[in-house]
Nanobody, 116 residues
Framework: QVQLVESGGGLVQAGGSLRLSCVAS????????MGWYSQAPGKQRELVAL???????IYADSVKGRFTISRNNAKNTVYLQMNSLKPEDTAVYYC??????????WGQGTQVTVSS
């Protein structure tokens, strides 16, 4: 099993920045990808950014150029630096980890609210 704990959400004005962090514990040795999903009220959870254990990254088109995902494998931590935030970025952000055989794990979520 893998446990994920997020931190760093909050309230920020449009144009501001936030940095989310997620620490993994438990069976972290076989995690091959970590990332972030977001879920706005009334909408489905969707991918924001993903990073593989080799450092390959994937971003949603809506955040390219504004968000940066990074990973510290030694600390089992993934980060999401969010710049130039927009009101439409408001959502609960969930940390995600994947192990072989498509075993997926989720954090409890952290609220990000961007005011206009």
């Amino acid at each position: 099993q893998v446990q994920l704990v997020e931190s760093g959400g909050g309230l920020v004005q449009a144009g501001g920045s936030l940095r989310l962090s997620c620490v993994a514990s438990g069976s972290t040795f076989s995690i091959n990808a970590m990332g972030w999903y977001s879920q706005a009220p009334g909408k489905q959870r969707e991918l924001v950014a993903l990073i593989s254990d080799g450092g390959t990254t994937i971003y949603a088109d809506s955040v390219k150029g504004r968000f940066t995902i990074s990973r510290n494998n030694a600390k089992n931590t993934v980060y999401l630096q969010m710049n130039s935030l927009k009101p439409e970025d408001t959502a609960v952000y969930y940390c995600y980890a994947r192990r072989p055989f498509n075993r997926m794990y989720w954090g409890q979520g952290t609220q990000v609210t961007v005011s206009s």
